[in-house]
């Protein structure tokens, strides 16, 4: 069965330094999101991507982060400059077509440690 | 704006006993609904979820959960327990076709006692 995949599984960084997340979303899908889970938190949207450009944000979307599909395959998560704050568990989703009715397909996560 | 509630951040049932997770959601428009499921170091997996049509949805793995549109809620139950069923559950809402993403509740660590 297709599956979203995550790259890596666990990053620690140090504060102040740029981490990408990567994410190999389901082939034929046509939407990506990334969320975010703060250790005993809710798990949070960040942003919605379709069509080579961002369609919603959150307010935690800020300047430091951006998205990007560089080549078709892979869906990218930068932060500039990582804050203590950023350390918490990034979802990647994809999504075949456009409505709600269609799902959304989660990948495994990466942990991300900022110290 | 949309949100979930989830009551009870820990449930622990014994196996073979029914398991009821709880979930009550606002919305300004009529929601869809969905139960995820998180086992350890795994991602997160569509349990069920309710886009309008029976109000009482059948997921995987024995769950269901019925949409009560007077109670604002979104309970999920599966009347028999099974040790593979611990896991974390998370409840999630969305508005109507548009607005795609989802909020999650805080999410119910489930715990079977053999």
């Known amino acids: 069965e297709p599956e979203v995949t995550q790259t890596p599984s666990h990053q620690v960084t140090q504060m102040g330094q740029e981490v990408i997340l990567r994410c190999v979303p389901i082939?034929?899908?046509?939407?990506f999101y990334w969320y975010r889970q703060i250790l005993g938190q809710k798990v949070e949207f960040l942003v919605s991507f379709y069509n080579n450009e961002i369609s919603e944000k959150s307010e935690i979307f800020d300047d430091q982060f951006s998205v990007e599909r560089p080549d078709g395959s892979n869906f990218t998560l930068k932060i500039r400059s990582t804050k203590l704050e950023d350390s918490a568990m990034y979802f990647c989703a994809s999504r075949a077509t456009r409505g709600v009715v269609d799902t959304q397909y989660f990948g495994p996560g990466t942990r991300l440690t900022v110290l | 704006a949309q949100s979930v509630t989830q009551l009870g951040s820990h449930v622990s049932v014994s196996e073979g006993a029914l398991v009821l997770l709880r979930c009550n959601y606002s919305?300004?428009?009529?929601?869809?609904l969905f139960w995820y499921v998180q086992y350890p170091n795994q991602g997160l997996q569509l349990l069920l979820k309710?886009?309008?049509?029976?109000?009482l949805v059948k997921g995987i793995n024995g769950f269901e959960a019925e949409f009560k549109k007077s109670e604002t809620s979104f309970h999920l139950t599966k009347p028999s327990a099974h040790m593979s069923d611990a896991a974390e559950y998370f409840c999630?809402?969305?508005?109507?076709?548009?607005?795609?993403?989802?909020?999650f509740g805080t999410g119910t660590r489930l715990t079977i006692i053999p």
């Open positions: 999630a809402v969305s508005e109507n076709f548009g607005n795609e993403k989802l909020t």
């Open positions: 082939s034929n899908h046509l939407y």
């Open positions: 919305s300004s428009v009529p929601p869809y």
């Open positions: 309710y886009t309008s049509a029976a109000t």
